[in-house]
């Protein structure tokens, strides 16, 4: 197995249980930094995210922690002019940051949800076909898995008549699980949530808030709120982002029963309590 | 309970929104009469010669009597060999200057004006260029190909322009979409993007086709003007356009004649335009449905 990441063929040789792998991988961020041209964003990054773990990233708007989730399955590398230094390196050893890593690959490995929900234009149906054709699956194959995955997130019985109907038709709390089950048919060991729920009402919120949940264990989760109280209900982990010297950082982090309730900075901990950011 | 606020001036009086109103629909209608005016025009002189033997008979006395077939069969060569060229070429260089390089580098800006300038070049300059370019430096001489191509330079920017704003106006989260699922570039083109876009494109097509078909100047120089059936694209073929002004400018009595082939023109234009907008369409649906 090389480096950069594995390959479509060794991940068909993994025995699967009930469908689907329960391969979880770990994330080790030391020293990251990321840049936009001559600004600094976000630096001074060290974080052990571990698997199957749900890691809450939380603090203020406009300090850094969607440029870092961004660059942890190097989206980053869309924005002109970003630029991520560090090293931010997945349990089997892929250096995510290095350029020689298969970024697309990686991608496949680490998926992301956005805050708002982003199905393509088109039916539900190409919505998996897409994605799946172009990571290797063969086509027999892909009904079966869109299945498996629509299940997982609870919209099969909702959707199951109408695949071929344009997925922008949903509402926006079934777009956003269908955007869930579009990333987790790709069978990723990571998955990043960019503030999933800011988009949906409540009861979509909470709907997909218990999805989330439900991956614990199965995946490693990275997901970025501004809801503490959801950061307090589903984070095994939590890292709080705070600007210092005009660049955001982490000014604590820990499991999250403890961050929450012992915040040892006084930043993370007046920003905890409300009473800042 | 406060009295109401005394109001330094009355609101805005309602006559003047009716007024407004009135003066839209008063244009609106003298835009429409023109249209009416012009097609019951064309009609009254032409649609009584059109029939099967003037659609595909061949042209007689110079153009007072006979048909038309040659010269239809030559607009539609022509129009093929234009769209075989600008519709790579207009969405080639649309889909580089939106995905590949950044918006308002010195090349996007350089493309994009060359593009506007050609825009702005008067048909027959295209007309004479596409004579020598195309007619004498790359030997096509007068033929069908030669008009086709120079069509093709002439209607290229709207092209660009209709595609580049339809691959502009898609939803920005389109294409961090495709990214987070580690989808190639190419992928998320040619399966994303640009059937997105696809509704955008076929607009600037069928105004090319409105063009292209309507030009005349920049015809009479590079397909030039037999009313001989055209056996290959290397042949000279008239264009029902240039017919139009041949009759109107040359031939005496001929005007009915002139009407009807205009006739034919206008129908032509709606026929292809309709096609172009049924075919996207039906390719829409067969990709969202099935497969």
Known sequence: MNSTGLSRENDAETPSSGGHRTVAASLSVSGLSVHYRDFTAVGGIDLEIPEGEITALVGPSGCGKSSFLHSLNRLTDLIPGCRVAGSIRLSDGTEVTHPKTDVLSLRRRVGIVFQRPNPFPQSIRRNFEIPLKEHGWRKRDIPDRMETVLREVGLWNEISDRLHKSAIALSGGQQQRLCIARALALEPEVILFDEPCSALDPIASGVVEDLIHSLRGRLTVVIVTHNLAQARRIADRAAVFWVRDGIGTIVEHGPAERVFTAPSNPDAASYLSGARG | ?291
């Open chain 2, 1 to 291: 309970m406060t009295p109401p606020t005394p109001r330094a001036r009355p609101v805005a009086p309602v006559w003047l929104d009716r007024a407004l109103a009135f003066a839209g629909a008063t244009a609106a209608l003298l835009s429409f009469g023109l249209f009416a005016w012009l097609v019951w025009d064309l009609a009254r002189l032409g649609l009584p010669r059109i029939s099967w033997t003037f659609l595909t008979g061949e042209i007689e006395d110079a153009g007072r009597s006979g048909g038309i077939g040659p010269l239809l069969v030559s607009t539609l060569l022509i129009l093929v060999c234009c769209l075989a060229l600008v519709i790579p070429l207009g969405t080639g260089c649309a889909l580089w200057l939106s995905e590949f390089v950044r918006r308002g580098s010195l090349a996007a800006r350089l493309v994009t004006g060359g593009v506007d300038l050609l825009a702005s070049v008067p048909s027959i300059v295209f007309g004479l260029f596409g004579m020598v370019f195309f007619g004498q430096t790359l030997k096509m001489g007068f033929s069908i190909l030669s008009g086709g191509l120079t069509l093709a330079c002439m209607i290229l920017p709207i092209l660009v322009r209709t595609t580049l704003s339809a691959l502009e106006a898609l939803p920005a989260d389109l294409r961090p979409a495709s990214a987070g699922l580690g989808l190639t570039r190419t992928t998320s083109i040619v399966k994303l993007l640009l059937p997105a876009a696809l509704p955008g494109i076929v607009v600037g097509i069928t105004l090319g086709i409105g063009r292209a078909l309507s030009e005349t100047a920049a015809l009479i120089f590079t397909s030039g003007y037999s009313i001989r059936w055209p056996s290959s694209f290397w042949d000279s073929g008239r264009a029902l356009s240039v017919h139009i002004y041949d009759l109107t400018l040359n031939v005496p009595q001929s005007g009915a004649m002139a009407s009807s082939t205009a006739l034919v023109l206008l129908a032509l234009i709606l026929v292809v335009n309709s096609a172009a907008v049924a075919l996207s369409e039906h390719w829409l649906r067969r990709r969202h449905q099935t497969s």
